[in-house]
C-alpha cells in the first residue's frame, strides 16, 4: 500500500477544463442520478494519473515504461477515499490497483522495457483535427467505421503540471494523450451516453508533435454495447475499451397517456406523488393529470426535472404545481404551501439503489434506506392525518419490490428496508383510521436505477401504473 487521498470536486472540474470531457456523470448531480452511476463520479483517467503519479514518488527508480494495460472495474464517487495497493513490481512489469473498502475501482499494469520504434501505422490517422465542445449522442450503427483526430483540450504542459512525477515518468506528451482518451470517450466515441472501460497501450517514439491523437472505431459489440477504438499519436499506440451506456429513460408523453386514459376518469382527484420528477413518480403524475386529477408533484433534488412534468401537463390543459420536500425531514416545515385536501398519495421517494458495498452487511446503509422507506413514509402519514381532513378516506400507493422475492445480489439492505416497509403498512390502515395503504410488489421495471448496459426483460411501466391508480381511487371510497 503506497497512498490515500479523498478526490474532491475540485479536482474534478480542474480536470474536466484540462480535458474537455464535460459528461455530466462527472459534473451534475442532478444529470448524473439519470446515469448508470447515479452520481458525479471521478474520470477514470484522473484515476490512472493520480496512481501513476503516486507510484512514480514512491518508485523512483523503474526502468523505461513501454506500455499499460488499464482495466476500470468499478466507478468511483466523489468523495469516497481511494487507496492504491501495488502487487507486483518485477523486472519486466508493475502491477497496481485502485481500491475502496476492498472493491476493486481499477487495475493497472506498467509494462517495462524498450519504447517502439515509430510505427507507419501512425500515417493512417492523417485527419483534420477535432475540437468538439459538446458531446456526440450517437447509436452504435453511427460509431461503425468512424475515425478522426482529436485535439489535446490542453496544452501537455497544464497536464503535466497536475501530475508532474508521471509526466516524467512517461512523458508530459503520453499524460495530455491519456487526458485526451478521456475526450475521446466522453466527447467523441461513444461520447455522452458512455462508460470508460480501459485500455491497452505501446509506447512509441514519436515521429511527429501534433497535440492530438487519432482514432478509427476498431469493432462493436451489439449485445454488450461494447465499442473498441484504435488509437495513435503523441507517443502512444493501442486501443481504447468503452461501453455505450443505455441514454436515460425516458416516460410517455401525456399525450400518449390520454389514448388509453379516460379524460375525466380521476376528475375530483388532488394527489400528492411523492418524488415524482422523473421514473414512475413522473409516469404517475401523468396519468392522473391525463384523467383529470390536479397533481401535487414533489421533488428532492431534480427541480428542473419536476418543473419539465408540470409544464408538460399544464401546457396540455391539466393541473400541476411542484414542492421541493426531503422525506427525511418534518412535512410540516416544506408543505406550507399546500392549502389543499388531498385524496390520494402516491410515495416514490428513494436513495440511489444500488450502492458500492463490502461483503458484509452494511448496517448504514439499512438505515439510510429506512429513512426514506420506513420512517419517511410514517411520518408523511402521521403528518396528513393530522393535518389534511376529508369526509373521504385518502388512498395511498407504496411501492414494494420483486427484490423481496428475487433476493438480486449487493440489494439485502434494500430488500430488507422494503419488507420492513411492508409490515409496517400492514397496520397503518388500521392505525390511521382516515388512510388506507395499497402496497403492491412491482416487478422489474425500466427506470433509471434499473438500467443496465446489457438489454434485459421488463414489464411496460404504463400497463403496470395504471391498474394501481385505478386501485387507489377505488379504495378511496
Partial sequence: MIGTRIFALGDQVRFAELTGDFNPMHLDPVAARRTLAGAPVVHG???????????????????????????????????????????????????????????????????????????????????????????????????????????????????????????????????????????LVGMVIPGLHSIYAGLELDFTKEAETRDSIGYRVESIDEHFRFVRTRIAGAGVLGHVDAFNRPPPTTQPALAEIRRVVAADEFAGDVALVVGGSRGLGELTAKIIAAGGGKVILTYAVGKTDAEAVAREIIESGGSCETVAFDVREQPAKQFGSIGTTLTSIYYFATPSIFRRRSSRLSIDLFEEFNSYYVRGFYTLLDFVS????????????????????????????????????????????????????????????????????????TVDAMTVMLPIVREVQINKG
Fill in 45 to 183: 483517467v484522473h484515476d490512472l494519473l493520480w496512481l501513476i503519479d503516486l507510484i512514480a514518488v514512491h518508485h523512483t527508480n523503474l526502468p523505461t515504461v513501454a506500455g499499460l494495460k488499464v482495466h476500470f472495474a468499478r466507478m468511483l464517487y466523489l468523495g469516497e477515499q481511494a487507496q492504491i495497493t501495488v502487487s507486483k513490481l518485477g523486472a519486466r512489469r508493475l502491477g497496481a490497483k485502485v481500491s475502496v473498502e476492498g472493491s476493486d475501482i481499477m487495475q493497472v499494469t506498467l509494462v517495462f522495457g524498450d519504447e517502439m520504434t515509430s510505427s507507419s501505422e501512425h500515417d493512417q490517422f492523417d485527419y483534420d483535427v477535432e475540437e468538439p465542445d459538446t458531446p456526440a449522442a450517437l447509436g452504435l450503427v453511427q460509431m461503425e467505421g468512424r475515425a478522426g483526430r482529436l485535439a489535446f483540450a490542453r496544452p501537455a504542459e497544464e497536464l503535466a503540471a497536475m501530475f508532474p512525477h508521471a509526466s516524467k515518468l512517461i512523458g508530459a506528451r503520453r499524460v495530455a494523450a491519456l487526458g485526451c482518451t478521456t475526450r
Fill in 386 to 457: 393530522r393535518e389534511f381532513k376529508s369526509d373521504r378516506k385518502i388512498g395511498v400507493f407504496y411501492p414494494s419490490s420483486f427484490a423481496i422475492d428475487e433476493r438480486p445480489q449487493g440489494m439485502t439492505e434494500y430488500s430488507m428496508s422494503k419488507l420492513a416497509a411492508e409490515l409496517m403498512c400492514a397496520d397503518l390502515t388500521g392505525h390511521f383510521r382516515d388512510i388506507h395503504v395499497l402496497v403492491k410488489r412491482l416487478p422489474r421495471l425500466l427506470t433509471d436505477q434499473t438500467a443496465t448496459i446489457s438489454a434485459f426483460e
